[in-house]
């Protein structure tokens, strides 16, 4: 289980023979059982690459398919397994691992897609709560117009009311000035008439 050591084993081994046909399936499998699954992925191409016959290259690219679905690259993991399986089509595994790969591959469209409506339906809501608060802030400055509106009326009326007022005002002012004329007239008028005298009526 030391993995790690194997690896660097491996790595020496393909240095003294790069031409090596199992160095880099080997140094697959320990770079793989260290979870580092694309430095994997690399070697298993490799494998596959350089192999003699169709068996070692169909292992090669299941196991490449095998890296790539830990990494969650499912399309390219699908096409990994569907070439291992034209190269030895009775794997079952391989054939197991290949549905295994599309499901996942499934539920990751489908959550992708969740998320889209999620995203479509948070922007419809915000874009219903944006009509909202645009329709209460239109409704409110109606109201303040109105009320705006309905100040100056009143405004309007009580400064009628107060002209009114002072019209009558001086329209007493007026009568009373009249009615005082008028005592003075007749006063005039008395002093002016011809006082009458009594004659003596000659018989």
Known sequence: NKFSDA?????????LD???LQGP???????YRQDRFDEAAEQYRSAAERAPDRDIK??????????LLRSKKYPESIASYKEAL????????????LEYAKQMLRQEQQQQQQKQDQ???????????????????QDQQKQ?????????????KQQAQRKQEISKADAERILEAL?????????KLQKKAPVRVQVEKDW
Do not use: C, I, W
Not at 7 to 15: G, I, T
Not at 58 to 67: K, P, Y
Not at 86 to 97: F, I, Q, V
């Open 86 to 97: 034209k190269l030895n089509p009775k794997d079952a595994e391989t054939k197991y691992n």
């Open 144 to 156: 303040d117009q109105q009320k705006q509106d309905q100040q100056k009326q009143d405004q309007q």
């Open 179 to 187: 009615k005082n004329e008028e005592k003075n007239v007749k006063k």
């Open 7 to 15: 690896e660097v084993s491996y790595r020496k081994a393909l240095e």
């Open 58 to 67: 169909a292992q090669a690219m299941h196991n490449l398919g095998n890296a």
């Open 119 to 137: 995203k479509k339906d948070d922007k419809k809501d915000q874009k219903k709560d944006k009509q909202k608060q645009d329709q209460q802030k």
């Open 25 to 31: 399936f080997n140094l697959g499998d320990a770079l």
């Open 18 to 20: 790069k031409g090596a």
